[in-house]
């Protein structure tokens, strides 16, 4: 007898839609995902640079049929280290130093290219937009808008995956009230392209006070504030400022906001009254630099209900002074698919508890650690960046050198 596949709908077409649709279909799985974005993201210019961790790096690599494209779309990130930055001296003295840390840098497009394109272009439906859905029994019924045409249609699964992100439709139908917690602070980021212009004297400049660059990840700590800087691929410098403030009113449901004249002519001027010059000329030099609202959530005490399961963002929305968002996203993919393949469609509950079990310890700890890192960082933390038995380094942060799996 031929074994019935079971038919996954993964809302969201973005790290933690792709990396389940490779998991579910590895899994057995019939996998489509609705992505109400219109097409594939190329260049994003909302999207930036990530740190892999070890494992992660390991499961993206055994979901891929060319696991090497992943180092050359990568850069090693082999020093994590934390400095200090007196602003009226304009001096920095270094805080921690590891030299044993195991990431390795990208750019979102990459990471989410790479994925993307390791799949069938027939199971993405872009520019689908999720309205609502039903659960009976076992089946699940989607409602979704066509973008093109504004037809509405209703499509039929065994599963439903809400991968769509930390603002999740899909999680506000079991939680209407939950909110997401503004973190106090936002952060500027940007891509500072240094391909046609290395030998100008901002970039000797970065490259002299911070030598590592190229393989470190640095955090500079100011008063109340700090800054996290790396090297990606192709003469790029990524660098992210978080700055205290109060919460903005987010426009068109989207944690980027856009950014006036005005409000980048306020940040260079700030920028120089806290980095050091040769920092401040790199954030001030880059283009378009955007500006994220920061968020996350208190951790969920559930995941999944019935046949429908969170992962991503959407499960666990976090600040991102773990780096852990990306690697997350894999994990959760990868749990999931583990589970459902060892339970089979027709036990999809016994899988989701499983996945349920072995996730959300985790993740309710990364993003607990990582907000207090946060809070610790941007002076918002009453123990004070010395608080006893609290490190700074990555390497403290929960699970960090690997999470459970199946
Ligand atoms: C364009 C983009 C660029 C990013 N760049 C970076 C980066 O540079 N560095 C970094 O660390 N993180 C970045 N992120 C965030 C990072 O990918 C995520 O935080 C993390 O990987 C978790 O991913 P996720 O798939 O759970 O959530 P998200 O990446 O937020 O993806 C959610 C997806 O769901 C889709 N979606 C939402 N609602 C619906 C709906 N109703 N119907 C259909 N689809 C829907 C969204 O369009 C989106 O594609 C970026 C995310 C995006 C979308």
Same mark, same amino acid.
């Given at each position: *007898?031929?074994?019935?596949?079971?038919?996954?709908?993964?809302?969201?077409?973005?790290i933690?839609?792709?990396?389940?649709?490779?998991?579910l279909? &590895?899994?057995?799985? %019939?996998?489509?995902? &609705?992505e109400?974005?219109?097409?594939?993201?190329?260049?994003?210019?909302? #999207?930036? #640079?990530?740190?892999?961790?070890?494992?992660a790096?390991?499961?993206?690599?055994?979901?891929?049929?060319?696991p090497?494209?992943? %180092?050359?779309i990568?850069?090693? &990130?082999?020093?994590?280290? =934390?400095?200090?930055?007196e602003?009226?001296?304009?001096?920095t003295?270094?805080?921690?130093?590891?030299?044993?840390? @195991?990431f390795?840098?990208?750019?979102?497009?990459?990471?989410? #290219?790479?994925?993307?394109?390791?799949?069938?272009?027939?199971i993405?439906?872009w520019?689908?937009?999720?309205?609502?859905?039903?659960q009976?029994?076992?089946?699940?019924k989607?409602?979704?808008l066509?973008?093109?045409?504004?037809?509405t249609?209703e499509?039929q699964? @065994?599963?439903?995956?809400?991968?769509?992100?930390c603002?999740?439709?899909?999680?506000?139908?079991?939680?209407?009230?939950l909110?997401?917690?503004?973190? #106090?602070?936002?952060?500027?980021r940007g891509?500072? %392209?240094?391909?046609? =212009?290395?030998?100008?004297?901002?970039v000797?400049?970065?490259?002299?006070? !911070?030598?590592?660059l190229?393989?470190?990840? !640095?955090?500079?700590?100011g008063?109340?504030?700090?800054?996290?800087?790396?090297?990606?691929?192709?003469?790029?410098? =990524?660098?992210?400022? !978080?700055?205290?403030?109060?919460e903005?009113?987010?426009?068109n449901k989207?944690?980027?906001?856009?950014?006036?004249?005005?409000?980048?002519?306020? *940040?260079?001027?700030?920028?120089?009254t806290?980095?050091?010059?040769?920092?401040?000329r790199? *954030?001030?030099?880059?283009?378009d630099?955007?500006l994220?609202v920061?968020?996350?959530?208190?951790?969920?005490?559930?995941?999944?209900?019935?046949?429908?399961?969170l992962?991503?963002?959407?499960?666990?929305?976090?600040?991102p002074?773990?780096?852990?968002?990306?690697n *997350?996203?894999?994990l959760?993919?990868?749990?999931?698919?583990?589970?459902?393949?060892?339970?089979?469609?027709?036990?999809?509950?016994l899988g989701?508890?499983?996945?349920?079990?072995i996730?959300?310890?985790?993740?309710?700890?990364?993003?607990?650690?990582?907000?207090?890192?946060?809070?610790?960082?941007?002076g918002? @933390?009453? @123990?004070?960046?010395?608080?006893?038995?609290?490190?700074?380094?990555?390497? =403290?942060?929960?699970?960090?050198?690997s999470?459970?799996?199946?």
């Amino acid at each position: *007898m031929v074994k019935k596949k079971g038919k996954a709908i993964i809302v969201g077409g973005s790290i933690a839609g792709v990396s389940c649709a490779h998991t579910l279909t &590895l899994a057995g799985w %019939d996998v489509l995902v &609705l992505e109400k974005s219109s097409e594939p993201p190329a260049r994003s210019p909302t #999207g930036a #640079g990530l740190g892999l961790d070890p494992q992660a790096r390991q499961i993206i690599k055994s979901w891929l049929p060319n696991p090497h494209l992943l %180092d050359q779309i990568t850069l090693p &990130l082999s020093i994590d280290q =934390n400095q200090e930055t007196e602003s009226e001296k304009k001096v920095t003295r270094v805080l921690t130093r590891d030299e044993s840390f @195991d990431f390795r840098a990208a750019y979102w497009s990459d990471i989410h #290219g790479l994925l993307y394109n390791a799949l069938p272009e027939t199971i993405f439906l872009w520019g689908h937009k999720f309205l609502s859905f039903t659960q009976d029994e076992s089946i699940v019924k989607v409602k979704t808008l066509v973008m093109e045409t504004q037809e509405t249609i209703e499509i039929q699964g @065994d599963l439903l995956v809400a991968a769509d992100g930390c603002l999740s439709l899909i999680r506000k139908t079991f939680l209407p009230d939950l909110k997401l917690r503004y973190s #106090g602070y936002c952060a500027w980021r940007g891509i500072f %392209d240094f391909s046609e =212009n290395e030998n100008s004297e901002t970039v000797t400049g970065i490259k002299k006070e !911070y030598p590592d660059l190229g393989k470190c990840l !640095y955090f500079d700590l100011g008063k109340q504030t700090h800054s996290v800087f790396y090297e990606l691929l192709n003469k790029k410098i =990524n660098w992210i400022w !978080y700055v205290n403030q109060p919460e903005p009113e987010l426009r068109n449901k989207s944690v980027t906001l856009k950014v006036s004249q005005e409000m980048m002519s306020k *940040m260079h001027q700030e920028v120089d009254t806290i980095w050091i010059p040769e920092l401040a000329r790199v *954030m001030k030099e880059t283009t378009d630099p955007f500006l994220n609202v920061i968020y996350d959530c208190d951790p969920l005490e559930r995941i999944f209900w019935g046949n429908v399961v969170l992962v991503g963002d959407a499960a666990h929305p976090t600040t991102p002074h773990g780096l852990r968002s990306t690697n *997350m996203s894999v994990l959760d993919a990868e749990v999931l698919g583990k589970c459902l393949e060892k339970c089979g469609p027709e036990n999809v509950s016994l899988g989701l508890e499983e996945y349920q079990r072995i996730r959300l310890p985790v993740v309710c700890e990364q993003v607990l650690y990582s907000r207090r890192l946060g809070r610790i960082k941007q002076g918002l @933390d009453h @123990d004070g960046i010395r608080s006893a038995g609290f490190g700074l380094e990555q390497r =403290n942060i929960p699970f960090f050198s690997s999470a459970p799996l199946v």
